[in-house]
Structures are given as structure tokens and as C-alpha cells.
């Protein structure tokens, strides 16, 4: 009875030795343990593959054998928690904790985590609470107390039980062998497990290892552990010709090696990718992948490693669905992150939690609400077009547009009042089985791989509702809070075994046993892998090693971190005995470089430097499309063609017409070189019959007529509403017109007068209150509410004192004259005709001289406010035509217009006429005083530019003529009217 010990570098042939052994032993009932669940049925097919039938022995992994033994034992074995139930138990120790030094961290939901990895640790070790001090000492005999309390145990404290019945009760074991790989390193329970086991029956154990050499410095102590306790009784074994390529046999014998060798060619063995963004890195390994695939060799055959399937699933999906790879994930995934979990945490925050508006509809626009996805587009865009994010308003809008309520929202909430809140795992429950219900309904099985993926996560969470019902029958609670703090920290296992026909996508734990001829290996930029290594927050190193030397603890010491994360790329790259690919982002979706991992440097260096740069192939941010000669699909290839027709429009039409996409390819060529001009007789004859236009419609046209076009005849909505600079303008203009018509009745007086200058503010900020609850039909919060009235008083205030120090004479009169409209006064409802059209707008505010029958006319700006000399350079009308209409339709002589700026330096600027510099109109700048004859002749050249536009509207002559010759930055329209935008 003994341990024997198999070791060798990676592919030296360890694991068919040991699985020879495995069934030369069948008689004798043999155990193997493989390190995952997955690998039971791989290991059951290698060893039908070697013999027709298995007629004795188990394969199980260390868990199975841990059980096996307290079943041999006959003890009385306590239930055992799940990770769920350790993680509100945990929750329940810290917080009936008295904490010193950790309370402030305790608060936070990190922290029973980092807690639990710590106790795990010590678990693992055979560390009693004795062992400790401190707070850590405290945390650690609560929950031992409280485990003892429910008579349960966790997984750690299992195998330290088994352990001890191997070591201590006969009955534990007989002398069946046991077979082990695939462990690099073995806690302190099943070091203890393999000691006592080696006593009585024959152990043989698997290990990749070499001495001496870096790729193995991780595995040294547990290599070194097991030779002593094997004795002579080591087998090494040397490399095997398995590669079919010099060039990856060389990289296996060298990689991370001191010593350098004369490296063989390449040949295209072990190659390089670069691509910006995770897109782009992943369509390149699609490229690569469709071509290995067309080339012969089987999807099954191929392998994506990754260091983390949450972070590559995503753009992974959109890469490989849009190429038609076959693909499937090996290992687990998060319930949050598949659109079951998604939905179904969406609707439980909102219902429970008091989530936003977007968590009900992440649920309601999914296929499990049972609700038509038009339909709730329809009902979001309603509720955010009103601004509406109050829950409580959100259910009820929601519910009067659907015409019905939402079933499952008023089941999740109605279960919990009715039944005095006891059972949110019921409600929680029933939502599980009405989602895939009603994505799936009752007529035929789910089928296709997204009903896959549905069907594990519905059995992911109905499996972890189970535990927390376990949990509350060991007289723990389950608030809604707790259930929905434990589905976002559900997994669910995606793929267990290799699937034929389909590339496998797997992480670095689960590729360490598997082989493949084609190998891409992701993720190897600087800071992802190797990763950052992190300590224990309540188990630094120091502290570790610490309790080792004191012999308080087995194998408490982590490997070197950097050591073991060399140790998995090793294992990575020697994966694959055909081709090897490493990939890298070269930059992030943003542009940004990125630099490099050292592993990635690390097999570049082992190759001759002009060989690796032939092996490398790079896709920048610039290249939006593929090669056309390597384009993967026909849609790849007809971009590449239209991205040539940019440079050489002949030779895209030819390839055009090679291969049958001349229709495709001119719609490409003319879609930045349309005509603008509008041509359908329809829309000509309504345009040429509109004798009526805004002044502000006309101001936009020439401007940009392809901006007018779309802005006021297409007229996109924004569907968000926001408290945005429209919304505040309106509010501003509502809050001086109730000033300005109300103060002759509060204050007695036309205008602001210095003296009481208070009273005015005061009567200022209720008129703001007042514009703010009949203006705002916006559901804003109390704090949206008070920042909007607080920065709008502080605008208008300054406003006021600002027009004390202008001092002008003359007195406001009217205010929001409108004229042009059916809304307007009798005698203004023609509006300004300029001759075969007329002319509507709203004068905000006239000022009249109290003597005669002069004024001027004001216009308020949140923005920038313009002069004379900008009115005619930048073709400015608003100011010319309100001029003109006060004269031609209210019947006051005009002095004037002015721009009144409500923010920034609130500045009065505008076109004045001289003569009333000194009396009527005084301190404005210079230049806004114009002579006689300049004044009028403004005025008749705005005449002029508005009769122009019309004409053009009426032709329907739209071009893409912004002002200056370039799009300005804040249109947001150029993607509508297909301008060029760097």
C-alpha cells in the first residue's frame, strides 16, 4: 500500500498511463478522480475507447469521494449548505458580530464575501478558530457557533470529516485503489484524504511537472509533497513526439526557459493576431476559424480559450453569429448575464427593490413577458417621452396604455401583501415558471440553442429558489432583498462535455485537460493575463505564511500567483498539436493602445523576430471591412467592394458585376451623392403651395436647407424627455411674461423700478413657481424641480438688475405678441406679407416710448445674443421681421429691436436706429446703432433673404448647404441627410 507518483511535462503521455492502471485494477472496484463534473463522461469515452465495457470502478471527483467515504463510514452525517445558504448564513454572523476595525467595510456586500473565500481557506487548512486571533478569530467561531446551531455543515468542514474517518475508522475505506489528475494543487483535507488513503490502499497520482523548470514553479511544493511521500516510487516521463509541428514542440520545451535554442521555422504552427477592439480581435478568430473549417478540419477539433467567459460572451455572440460559426460554451455563466436572468432580475428590482423604469421593461420587452415587443416599444416610448421614472407613475401609465395590467408585476407584488410578506420565494418562484411559460407556451418542447440556454438558466433559478427554501426551513429568512442578492450571484452551467460539430469556447480551468488541433488563445493584453494578483482582504500572504511556519495550518500558503497564472498559459499553449494562434487587442473600441501581456511577448521572443512578424496579422481600427479576398461571407465581401468603390469606382463596378451586386454597389456609390433637391410631385405641390412660414422655419433654412428639411418637415422626435435648454427657454419666457403684465397690479408701476428692486424679486420668484407648475408636464423629481427653479431665479434675477443698468426710458407694453396665426389678435392673424407670402412669429416683448407712438421690440435668448453687424452676416431674420411687423401690423413707428441674453453675459444687443441713442434707447455697444439709411437697408435685405428662401422652398431646393461650408458640431441630424463627418 503506497503512493505512486506520475509526472512529465504537458502531452508526455501521464493521463494514458494512469487510465491503463485505472483498468488493469477494474476487479478491485478502482475510484478516479478527475478534476471537474464535466470530465466524467470525456474519461468514460477514453476508456470505452480502450476497452468495450466498464464492468467495475467509479469516476467521480473529489467531492464524490469525499461522500463515498462518510458513506462507507455509516456516520451520521449533518446536511451539508449550499453557497447560497453560506452566504446568508455568513450575512447572519457578521451582523450579530460585534466589529471594530472592519465596521466600516462591513456594510458593504463585498464584505461576508471576502469573508467566506478566507473561511474557506482556513477550512480547507484544518485551521480551528484557536488557531486565530483578532477579529478574524471572532468572525470564525461565529460561524462555526452557528453551523453546530443548525446542525449543518459546509462543503470544507465535509471533507475535513471525511478525512478524519479515512484516517481514523477502518470502515472508511478498503483497499479499493484511487486514481488522480488533473490537480495542481490540494488543499489541506485532500492532502490529508490522499495521506490516509495511501496507508491502506494503492494511490496513484498524475502531475505535470518537471524540475527545474519556471513553467512548473507553481507545482513545485505539491510535486515535492507527493514524490516524499511516494519514495522511489516516481515515474518520470519524457516528451512525446505528439506535436505535428517542430515549431509548437519547440515552444512546449522552451517556453519561459532561461536557456535559448536555435527555434525551428514556424510555418505557420503558432501564429500571431492583432486587431483594435474586442470585436475586431474576435472576427479575426472568426476569419481564422471559417477558413480551418473550409480547409477540412472539424469545428470540434478547434478551441477558443478565454480567461473569462462573462467578459468574452457578448461580442463573441455578435462575431461568431454574424460569420455562422458553430460554437458552444464549456463551464458557467451568470444568471444576470443571460436574457432569462436579465428579465427576470429586471422585473424582481422593479417589483421589489424599487427599480427604474428600465428594469420593467428590460422584463415587458422580452419574450417571457408575454407581451408583444411593439407593444411595450409603444408603451416606453410614451412613458419617456413624458418623462414619466416615478415607479408608482410608471405602473399606472403603463397600465392605462396596455388597457390591462401587467400579470406578472401585480402577481410578484400581490403575493406579498396578501400573505403578510411570508413568502416572496412563492411569488419568486411562480415568476419563474409564468417567464418560460409564456416564452415557450404549453403546445411544443423548447428547441434551438437560445431555448437551451433558457431552459438551464429556468433550471439554475428555480434550483437556487430551492435552496433558499432549504435555508428558511433551517429557520433563516428569505427577504426579497436577500433572493435577489443570490440569483445575481447564480451561475448557470452552459455546456458540460464537447459538442459535436461546434468550436468549444472554454476557460483556462477546463482546457487544461482537453486537446485540439487548433487552438486561439484571447485575452492576452496587459493587466487581463496574466491578471493582477490580489490578496485576501482578512488573509494577506504574510499572515499565511505565518500560521504555516507556526504548523497551525496545511497548505494554507497560496502558489505564487504570477507562477500560477504561467502555469495555465503553459497548459494553454500546449493544448493544441496542429496550429496555435495567440490574439491580442492592439487598442481598445475607443482607439486607445494597448499594450501587450508578457506571455503574448514571452512565445514571440521564442521565434526567429522576422519569422513572427510573417506569422502576425493585424486588422487596425481603420479597417471597417474585410480584405475582399478574405472576406468570410458574402456580405463581408460586398462591403470590401463598396469600401474599394471610395477609391476606385471602376474597379468596384467591375467585381460588381463579376459577381452579381451591381444594383448593391451603385446604391453604395450614390448614397453620399444623392439628389438632395426634392423630386416627388406630391411633396413639390404641397411646398409650393404654402403661402404662410415662421420666421424661425425661414431663420433655419438658411442656415441649413437639408437641416430645415428634416428638422420641420420630417420632424424626428427626441424620445427622452429631458429638462433640456427648449424646456428652460419656455419656462424663462413664461416667467417674464406673467412679470412684466403682472406688475402694474402688484407693484404699481410699468417697470422695474431701483428702489424696489426687492419687492420685484419677490414677485419674480412667484412667477417662476407658478411657469414651473404649468410649464413643466415633465414627471421630475423634488431635486430636478429645485435645481431648475434655483438656476432659472438666478438667470432672471440677474436679468432685472441687468435691465436697472441698462435704463432704458422706454416701458414694456405688450408681451407675447404673436401674429401670423389663428391664435394671434384679429387685426395680427394675416401676418407680415412679404409679397405672394406671409410671415408668423411671437414677439416676446414690445417696449413703447410712454409719449408717442415709438417702441422697440425684444427677443429673449438662453443662448447668444447678436449684434447689427452678425445680423447680416450670419443672415439672421428674427429681429429684421419682428421690426417690420411691429410697423406694418401692431402700428408703432420702430426704433429698434434688441436681443435680450437670459444666461451668460446677458448682454442687449440688436439693430438700433442713431436717433434714439440719446433718448430712447441708450447704452448699447456702437456698432448696433445704425445710420438712417443702413437701418432700412437691413431690414430690406432680410426682406430679401426670407423672399429667397421661400422661393427655394417652394422649388424644392434642399441642399446640404450648411453655413460656412461646414456641418456644425451640435447637429445631430448628419446621419439622416448622409453628410461626410470625420
Not at 486571533?133 to 462555526?144: E, I, M, P, V, W
Not at 401609465?397 to 408585476?409: F, K, M, N, S, T
Not at 480551468?509 to 482578512?538: D, K, N
Not at 426687492?758 to 413657481?769: G, K, Q
Amino acid at each position: 500500500m503506497a503512493l505512486a507518483l506520475l509526472v512529465g511535462p504537458a502531452n508526455a503521455g501521464k493521463v494514458a498511463r494512469l487510465l491503463d492502471r485505472y483498468l488493469e485494477t477494474l476487479d478491485r472496484d478502482p475510484f478516479l478522480i478527475v478534476p471537474n463534473r464535466a470530465d466524467v463522461n470525456r474519461v468514460e469515452h477514453d476508456l470505452l475507447a480502450r476497452r468495450p465495457a466498464l464492468l467495475g470502478g467509479t469516476i467521480g471527483t473529489f467531492d464524490d469521494l469525499f461522500r463515498r467515504v462518510r458513506q462507507n463510514a455509516g456516520a451520521a452525517s449533518r446536511a451539508q449548505v449550499t453557497e447560497a445558504q453560506r452566504s446568508l448564513l455568513l450575512a447572519r454572523v457578521v451582523s450579530a458580530t460585534t466589529l471594530n476595525g472592519f465596521a466600516p467595510s462591513s456594510r458593504y456586500p463585498g464584505f461576508a464575501d471576502a469573508l467566506g473565500s478566507a473561511l474557506a481557506d482556513l477550512e480547507a487548512a484544518l485551521l480551528e478558530p484557536g488557531d486565530l486571533d483578532g477579529q478574524l478569530a471572532d468572525l470564525y467561531t461565529g460561524y462555526r457557533a452557528e453551523l453546530d446551531r443548525l446542525e449543518v455543515w459546509d462543503r470544507e468542514l465535509a471533507r475535513a470529516r471525511a478525512a478524519d474517518l479515512v484516517a481514523g475508522e477502518f470502515g472508511a475505506w478498503g483497499s479499493q485503489p484511487v486514481f488522480a489528475y488533473g490537480f495542481e494543487d490540494l488543499t489541506g483535507a485532500q492532502w490529508r484524504l490522499l495521506e490516509a488513503l495511501a496507508g491502506r490502499a494503492d494511490v496513484v497520482v498524475s502531475l505535470p511537472y518537471e524540475p527545474l523548470r519556471p513553467a512548473f514553479g507553481s507545482l513545485q511544493r505539491t510535486a515535492d509533497d507527493l514524490a516524499r511521500l511516494a519514495g522511489d516510487d516516481v515515474e518520470s516521463l519524457a516528451p512525446q513526439e505528439w506535436y505535428d509541428s517542430p515549431a509548437l514542440a519547440h515552444l512546449e520545451r522552451t517556453l519561459f526557459e532561461e536557456r535559448r535554442t536555435d527555434p525551428p521555422p514556424l510555418e505557420g504552427a503558432v501564429r500571431f493576431l492583432e486587431a483594435a477592439g474586442a470585436r475586431a480581435s474576435l472576427e479575426l478568430v472568426g476569419e481564422e476559424i471559417l477558413t480551418l473549417i473550409r480547409g477540412g478540419m472539424p469545428a470540434d477539433e478547434i478551441a477558443v480559450v478565454v480567461p473569462s467567459l462573462d467578459r468574452v460572451r457578448s461580442p463573441l455572440e455578435t462575431a461568431f453569429g454574424s460569420l455562422g460559426i458553430p460554437y458552444s460554451y464549456e463551464g458557467r455563466l451568470s444568471l444576470r448575464r443571460t436574457p432569462f436572468g436579465t428579465a427576470l432580475l429586471g422585473l424582481l428590482r422593479f417589483g421589489w427593490l424599487g427599480g427604474g423604469r428600465r428594469d420593467l421593461f428590460t422584463f415587458l420587452r422580452s419574450r417571457y413577458s408575454g407581451l408583444a415587443r411593439t407593444r411595450a416599444d409603444f408603451v416606453e416610448g410614451r412613458l419617456r417621452g413624458r418623462g414619466i421614472k416615478d415607479p408608482g407613475r410608471v405602473v399606472e401609465e403603463a397600465e392605462r396604455l396596455l388597457g390591462h395590467a401587467v400579470p406578472a408585476l401585480r402577481e410578484l407584488q400581490g403575493e406579498e401583501e396578501e400573505e403578510e410578506e411570508e413568502d416572496p420565494l412563492g411569488a419568486a418562484r411562480a415568476l419563474v415558471r409564468r417567464m418560460i411559460t409564456a416564452a415557450y407556451g404549453l403546445e411544443s418542447p423548447p428547441v434551438g440553442e437560445t431555448s437551451r440556454i433558457d431552459l438551464r438558466a429556468h433550471e439554475a433559478a428555480l434550483g437556487l429558489l430551492d435552496e433558499l427554501e432549504g435555508w428558511r426551513k433551517l429557520g433563516g429568512e428569505t427577504s426579497p432583498e436577500q433572493i435577489v442578492s443570490a440569483l445575481e450571484r447564480a451561475e448557470v452551467r452552459i455546456g458540460g462535455t464537447a459538442e459535436p460539430g461546434r468550436v468549444a469556447v472554454v476557460d483556462l480551468m477546463r482546457a487544461r485537460t482537453r486537446r485540439w488541433q487548433a487552438v486561439f488563445i484571447l485575452g492576452l493584453e496587459e493587466g487581463v493575463f496574466p491578471r493582477r494578483s490580489t490578496e485576501t482582504p482578512f488573509l494577506p500572504d504574510e499572515t499565511r505564511r505565518e500560521l504555516e511556519a507556526a504548523g497551525k495550518g496545511r497548505r494554507l500558503v497560496r502558489p505564487d500567483p504570477l507562477g500560477r497564472e504561467r502555469y495555465l498559459f503553459y497548459t494553454a499553449c500546449t493544448r493544441a498539436w496542429r496550429q496555435l494562434l495567440l490574439v491580442r487587442e492592439a487598442a481598445d473600441d475607443d482607439g486607445r493602445p494597448r499594450e501587450p501581456s508578457p506571455f503574448y511577448e514571452e512565445v514571440r521572443s521564442r521565434f526567429d523576430p522576422a519569422d513572427v512578424a510573417l506569422a502576425t496579422k493585424k486588422r487596425p481600427l481603420s479597417s471597417l471591412s474585410w480584405e475582399l479576398e478574405r472576406g468570410p461571407t458574402e456580405r463581408e465581401r460586398l462591403r470590401a467592394a463598396a469600401a474599394i468603390a471610395a477609391t476606385d469606382e471602376d474597379e468596384a463596378r467591375a467585381l460588381a458585376l463579376a459577381n452579381g451586386w451591381e444594383r448593391r454597389i451603385e446604391r453604395a456609390l450614390a448614397a453620399f451623392d444623392r439628389q438632395t433637391t426634392l423630386a416627388h410631385p406630391l411633396v413639390v405641390e404641397e411646398l409650393a403651395q404654402r403661402a404662410r412660414f415662421s420666421v424661425t422655419e425661414l431663420e433655419r433654412f438658411l442656415d441649413c436647407s437639408s437641416m430645415w428639411f428634416f428638422e420641420r418637415v420630417i420632424a424626428p422626435k427626441e424620445i427622452d424627455a429631458v429638462l433640456d435648454a427648449r424646456v428652460r427657454g419656455g419656462i424663462a419666457h413664461q416667467t417674464l411674461y406673467r412679470f412684466y403684465s403682472g406688475l402694474p397690479k402688484r407693484l404699481g408701476t410699468d417697470a422695474v423700478e431701483a428702489d424696489r428692486l426687492d419687492e420685484a424679486l419677490v414677485f419674480l420668484r412667484e412667477c417662476l413657481v407658478e411657469a414651473i407648475a404649468g410649464g413643466v408636464r415633465l414627471d421630475i423629481t423634488d431635486l430636478e424641480r429645485l435645481e431648475l427653479e434655483e438656476t432659472l431665479a438666478r438667470d432672471l434675477e440677474h436679468f432685472l438688475k441687468q435691465e436697472l443698468e441698462l435704463g432704458l426710458p422706454l416701458v414694456p407694453r405688450r408681451f407675447e405678441v404673436g401674429f401670423g396665426t389663428s391664435s394671434a389678435p384679429v387685426e395680427l392673424q394675416r401676418g407680415l406679407e412679404l409679397g405672394g407670402f406671409t410671415v408668423s412669429g411671437k414677439i416676446d416683448r414690445i417696449d413703447a416710448d410712454p409719449f408717442s407712438a415709438r417702441g422697440i421690440v425684444q427677443d429673449y435668448k438662453l443662448g447668444r445674443a447678436y449684434g447689427a453687424r452678425d445680423i447680416e452676416t450670419e443672415e439672421k431674420l428674427q429681429i429684421p421681421l419682428y421690426i417690420l411687423a411691429l410697423r406694418d401690423l401692431v402700428g408703432m413707428e420702430p426704433l429698434g429691436g434688441l436681443y435680450r441674453g437670459l444666461t451668460g453675459t446677458r448682454e442687449a444687443r440688436g439693430l438700433v436706429r442713431a436717433e434714439a441713442r440719446e433718448e430712447s434707447v441708450p447704452g448699447l455697444k456702437r456698432p448696433d446703432y445704425l445710420a438712417e439709411e443702413d437701418f432700412w437697408r437691413q431690414l430690406d435685405d432680410a426682406q430679401d433673404r426670407a423672399r429667397s428662401a421661400v422661393d427655394r422652398v417652394h422649388a424644392g431646393d434642399v441642399r446640404t448647404d450648411p453655413r460656412g461650408g461646414e456641418c456644425p458640431r451640435w447637429c445631430s441630424l448628419w446621419t439622416m441627410c448622409r453628410v461626410r463627418r470625420a
